[in-house]
């Protein structure tokens, strides 16, 4: 059976960490001596460490630097269609926080 001592820092792999578990994607961030920071990429983007020693029930594949991109500009193609950019989102707090700003002179 494979570990997470098979994973390698900054590769991302999809991976079934229990036999009948969901296929999830994994990238390892970070390694001490007996563990990996990992970054679970599923429906919600969070991080775990795992002993290196742990068991995976199945490491299916390891994505190439092409899935990788592929996988990326799924998600920039997201944000993009939510209709804001940073600049919006920065021209609003600025605006709200002049009005607090004026509100506060007032008092």
């Not at 997470?4 to 999809?14: C, D, G, P, Q």
């Not at 994994?26 to 920071?37: H, R, S, Y």
Request: charged letters at 40%; proline letters at 1%.
């Amino acid at each position: 059976m494979a570990t997470y001592s098979n994973l390698e820092i900054n590769h991302y792999y999809l991976v079934r960490e229990n036999a009948d578990g969901e296929i999830i994607l994994v990238q390892p961030i970070m390694e001490t001596d007996n563990c990996f920071l990992l970054l679970h990429l599923d429906e919600i983007e969070m991080t775990v460490w795992k002993k290196k020693e742990s068991n995976i029930a199945e490491i299916i594949e390891e994505l190439t630097e092409i899935q990788v991109a592929e996988y990326e500009n799924l998600f920039e193609d997201e944000e993009d269609n939510w209709g804001f950019d940073d600049e919006e989102l920065d021209e609003e707090e600025e605006l709200g926080e002049e009005e607090e700003f004026e509100e506060e002179e007032e008092e």
